[in-house]
Structures are given as structure tokens and as C-alpha cells.
């Protein structure tokens, strides 16, 4: 194979990959993720006592019509301008999105 083709299939590999990274991402950590990078804007957990108010809580995020974790945490590789540039790994915006798509009721 030459470098260009391995290149290739391994970019190709990589994207059918991440899907499955943001269904099977780790809710425990993501929960941490969230106390530190996320609690100072957004309400991550029901024992957070205030949030801001222009910000959804991590609860309504996961239980809105149609909520796909891989969507989030694609999502959070290239946040909104408001938001901070964290620089998660694919692995870590996985494991956020499983634990917001944990909060489901």
C-alpha cells in the first residue's frame, strides 16, 4: 500500500470509529470532565447549586428530542465561540457525551 492509501484508510477508519467512541464512552469520567471544565457555566449535576442563566443544564441537553451523543461530542471537539476551547481528545468529548446522554430520564 502506499503511504498516501494507508494514510487514507486509516483517516477512513478513524471517522466510522467515532460514532462508536461517543456511544461507548466512559459516563464516570465524563461526569469529572464535566464538574471541571463545564460546571462554571452549565448545571452539570442535580447536586450543582446555580449554573449561568442563559445556558442549558447538561439534563436538558441529554433529554431533548433526538439527542445523539456522537452529534455532542462532535460537537464538542469544535465548540461554539462561547464556549472555551478545551482541546478534548476524541476521547474525552466521548465519555462528556455519555455522561449527558446518562441523564436522560
Known amino acids: 500500500m502506499t503511504t498516501k ?17 461517543a456511544a461507548s464512552g466512559d459516563a464516570d469520567h465524563g461526569e469529572v470532565l464535566a464538574r471541571h471544565w ?12 446555580r449554573g449561568a442563566d442563559n445556558v442549558p443544564t447538561f439534563s ?5 428530542p433526538g439527542f445523539d451523543p456522537a452529534q455532542i461530542a462532535r460537537f464538542l471537539r469544535d465548540p461554539h465561540p462561547k464556549m472555551p476551547d478545551m482541546q478534548l481528545s476524541t476521547y474525552e468529548a466521548a465519555d462528556l457525551a455519555a455522561y449527558i446522554a446518562s441523564l436522560k430520564r
Open 60 to 64: 436538558a441537553i441529554g433529554n431533548r
Open 5 to 21: 492509501a494507508t494514510t487514507f484508510a486509516a483517516l477512513l477508519c478513524a471517522g466510522l470509529a467515532a460514532p462508536a467512541l
Open 38 to 49: 463545564c460546571s462554571s457555566c452549565h448545571i452539570v449535576a442535580d447536586d450543582q447549586p
